[in-house]
C-alpha cells in the first residue's frame, strides 16, 4: 500500500498587491546562489545586505518600523547613468520585487523589455487619472512626479479605505524604466500569489477587497519552489556549448591538370 501524499494547506490571494510580504528568501536565496551576489556575516545584526559581483549594486533588507525595509542602490555608470535607488515597504509582496531584481541581474539586459511602466496597467483594467494609474478597487495608485517626458522619480501607495497606508514602493529619478516595468508587470499580473503563513498576516480579510481561495497543494511541490527558481536564474548565466567546428576535407594529393 503507497503511502499517502503529504498535502500544505495554501492560500491563493488576489489582488496581489494585497497578499502581504511573503518570505524574503524568495529574493535574497538566489540572488546569493544563483546571480553570485555576496552577503555580510554580522550574526548580531537583524538585517540583511548583498552585494553584486560587480559592487555596483547593494541591497539591504533591514526591518524600519517608520520606514521602507527594502533598499537597493545602484552606483553611478561612467558616461552613462547616474546613481538611482529603489525601496519597499514591509508589506511589498516579494512575488513584486523579485522581477526587478531578476531584471536587474539578468545577462540579456534591457536588451528586449518593454520599457513602459504604464502599459502593463492600462493592459489590465487600471484606470487612468491626473498623474497617473489607479488599480480598478482603488486601493493603488501609481503615481509620477515632473512632466511625463521627465526622469522623474515614480512611487506606488497601498492604502485601505483612502488613508491606511499598507505599503509603498519607491523608484528614484535616473531608475531604469524597464526595471519599473518589470514591477508594474507583476503589479497588474492577475495571477493569484500562493501563501502558506494564513491569513493572519495579510492586510484585509474584507471580502469587498480580497479573495483568497483555500487549497490543498502537495508539499514537495511548495518545498521544491525555490530550488526551481534558482535553478532558472543561474540557467541564465550559463553560455550554450560551443558547436564544434566540422573536420576539414582532406586535401588531394593527386597532380593538377
Not at 555576496?38 to 541591497?59: K, N, W
Not at 514602493?169 to 514591477?183: D, G, K, Q, V, Y
Not at 558547436?243 to 593538377?256: D, I, L, N, V
Amino acid at each position: 500500500m503507497s503511502s499517502p501524499v503529504e498535502t500544505v494547506e495554501v492560500d491563493f490571494i488576489t489582488p496581489r498587491h494585497l497578499a502581504g510580504g511573503g518570505d524574503p528568501g524568495w529574493i535574497t536565496v538566489p540572488l546569493h546562489r544563483a546571480c553570485g551576489w555576496s552577503h555580510g556575516t554580522d550574526p548580531l545584526m537583524a538585517r540583511v545586505i548583498l552585494s553584486s559581483p560587480d559592487q555596483r549594486a547593494v541591497l539591504r533588507l533591514e526591518p524600519d518600523p517608520d520606514g521602507q525595509w527594502w533598499t537597493l542602490h545602484h552606483a553611478a555608470e561612467p558616461d552613462r547613468r547616474p546613481a538611482w535607488c529603489t525601496s519597499f515597504g514591509a508589506r511589498t509582496p516579494v512575488e513584486l520585487i523579485a522581477p526587478v531584481t531578476d531584471m536587474l541581474t539578468n545577462p540579456a539586459g534591457a536588451a528586449s523589455a518593454p520599457s513602459d511602466p504604464y502599459e502593463p496597467l492600462r493592459q489590465t483594467g487600471w484606470s487612468p487619472y491626473d498623474g497617473g494609474f489607479v488599480s480598478p478597487d482603488g486601493t493603488a495608485a501609481v503615481e509620477r512626479s515632473g512632466p511625463p517626458d521627465d526622469r522623474g522619480a515614480w512611487c506606488l501607495t497601498v492604502k485601505l479605505g483612502g488613508h491606511q497606508q499598507v505599503w509603498q514602493a519607491r523608484f528614484s529619478e535616473h531608475a531604469p524604466a524597464h526595471l519599473i516595468t518589470a514591477f508594474t508587470a507583476a503589479l497588474a499580473d492577475p495571477t493569484p500569489i500562493a501563501r502558506t503563513d494564513g491569513a493572519h498576516r495579510l492586510p484585509t480579510l474584507d471580502p469587498d477587497l480580497i479573495t483568497i481561495r483555500r487549497t490543498d497543494v502537495r508539499a514537495v511541490l511548495i518545498a521544491g519552489a525555490l530550488e526551481d527558481r534558482i535553478d532558472t536564474l543561474a540557467a541564465r548565466h550559463t553560455l550554450p556549448p560551443a558547436t564544434p567546428k566540422p573536420p576539414a576535407p582532406p586535401k588531394e594529393h593527386g597532380r593538377s591538370r
